[in-house]
């Protein structure tokens, strides 16, 4: 079910409307329940493709069950290493596909996502940090919520818990105007500017498979505009979503806070898929940091352990986006960015001392730079997600050469640091001329009448495309 179709549009009124009809707790329960189950079955031809994802969801809270009713180690590990064979088998990983495959088509959207939230429900239930009596239906409304299915938000059980039909919130005029401002405004970077950066990135893409002198510009352009296109595609997906969930009195968490804005890699992914990054961090960099303190109790060495955890959860994080050989360099990337962006923070601090390291990165030359640097390396890295066959990103690295990737990276990093430093100034040019203008009487009548009209222009402008525009984060 496309984000921009009418099919869609038609079943979030429905929804919408069905829920709020009364405030019975075990009714709106019903309408999410029955919400999600229709939503996934859009996806699928038939009764058989579905199968597979009720048997992970099956496996997945009896294995819940298992660590609830026995909180050991022994059976976490089991449960998790059950739960991980069986995603990676749905999951059709290159390595197993000649030696475990079901022999029919079915559904794999969604698999990774309900996979993050059943290992964090079954790590919580260890700890003792669930409330008690999830039922089935409870966890097929946390694990499948039709808004967080195909790609998160990534939301904690226990937040998602209080709203679970129970949170009443009156849809006032003012949550109902910001609710269809923030998708409206989803909905122009999804199906409208995206789509553009999309056009700029397939135009330019085939003529990447025909060697000449400036391939590498072509490759730096192609590059930049699938990074914009992912982004806003993306992010303006979360928007969607998240306004919605705001007619249904849920509060999403937000996915994204500015990630060009990032000094630095791992800055970068404190702000970009910011509930995947906080799961990682939760559930693989926290465990694996505090096993390599306690193996290696040294002060001295705690940094340089740092800077292997974050090798490990970012390959781990890398691998994660894709089924082939590729996206085992993609991980090798995202580890090797995460882990050099540590060492360069202890290399200067060692040399620098910790006040002059931070005031040298408070200096605009610095700061730009940095900037210009991470957006270069994150996309040059994004190659993996748009070359995902490893025949075609090894033929197009050896025809880009080392010089022509280097190149590239050089004219990608000082181009955004440009823009970068452009855009600031204009931006903050703007808010200061804004800052002066005089409020308008009648302001409530101006922006439903400017919410209105985007409405109408986004709905003129997807009627032009062919093809409604895809989610593209889904194949991840």
Same mark, same amino acid.
């Given at each position: ?64 069950? &298992? ?13 998790? &290493? ?16 000649? *030696? ?218 890398? *691998? ?157």
């Amino acid at each position: 079910m496309s984000l921009s179709s009418s099919s869609f549009l038609a079943f979030i009124a429905l929804v919408v409307i069905g829920y709020h009809l009364t405030t019975s707790v075990a009714y709106r329960r019903s309408i999410m329940t029955l919400a999600n189950a229709a939503f996934i079955a859009s996806y699928v031809g038939g009764i058989e493709q579905m199968l597979p994802l009720v048997g992970f969801l099956l496996l997945g809270y009896i294995a819940l069950q &298992a660590v609830r009713s026995r909180p050991g180690g022994v059976v976490l590990a089991v449960g998790i &290493a059950v739960v991980l064979a069986a995603y990676v088998i749905l999951k059709r990983f290159s390595f197993i596909e000649n *030696v475990v495959q079901l022999p029919f088509p079915y559904l794999i959207v969604g698999l990774s996502y309900i996979l993050f939230r059943v290992v964090h429900l079954m790590v919580d239930a260890r700890a003792g940090d669930l409330p008690n009596g999830i039922g089935p239906l409870a966890f097929f409304r946390y694990t499948c919520n039709f808004l967080c299915f195909v790609s998160g938000p990534i939301q904690r059980y226990q937040d998602f818990a209080p709203m679970d039909g129970v949170e009443i919130v009156p849809l006032d005029a003012d949550r109902v105007y910001a609710a269809f401002a923030r998708v409206v405004a989803g909905y122009i970077r999804f199906a409208v500017v995206a789509e553009a950066a999309d056009y700029v990135y397939l135009t330019l893409r085939p003529h990447l498979f025909a060697t000449g002198p400036m391939l590498w510009v072509l490759f730096a352009i192609c590059a930049a505009a699938y990074t914009a296109y992912l982004y806003l595609n993306f992010s303006g997906y979360m928007d969607i979503v998240i306004g919605i969930g705001m007619l249904l009195g849920m509060s999403l968490p937000e996915n994204f806070d500015r990630p060009f804005s990032a000094r630095s890699f791992l800055e970068f992914w404190q702000r970009w898929h910011m509930t995947l990054s906080e799961w990682f961090k939760l559930y693989v960099f926290t465990p694996l940091m505090m096993r390599l303190m306690t193996r290696w109790p040294s002060a001295e060495l705690t940094a340089y352990l740092g800077v292997f955890a974050f090798f490990v959860t970012f390959l781990i994080m890398g *691998v994660w986006h894709g089924s082939t050989m590729v996206f085992v360099i993609y991980g090798l990337l995202m580890g090797a960015g995460a882990s050099g962006n540590k060492l360069w923070q202890i290399f200067c601090a060692e040399r620098l001392g910790r006040k002059r390291y931070r005031a040298l990165s408070q200096t605009p030359a610095y700061v730009y730079l940095a900037r210009g640097l991470t957006f270069s390396y994150f996309t040059v890295a994004l190659t993996c997600l748009w070359e995902p066959e490893l025949s075609q990103y090894l033929a197009l690295a050896g025809r880009l050469g080392a010089i022509g990737i280097c190149a590239a990276f050089v004219v990608l990093a000082l181009g955004f640091a440009l823009g970068a430093l452009i855009f600031d100034a204009g931006w903050g040019w703007v808010r200061t001329r804004a800052g002066s203008l005089p409020v308008l009487p009648g302001a409530l009548i101006y922006r439903n009448i400017g919410l209105a009209v985007c409405i109408l222009a986004v709905l003129m402008i997807t009627s032009l495309f062919n093809n409604a525009p895809e989610f593209v984060y889904k194949a991840f």
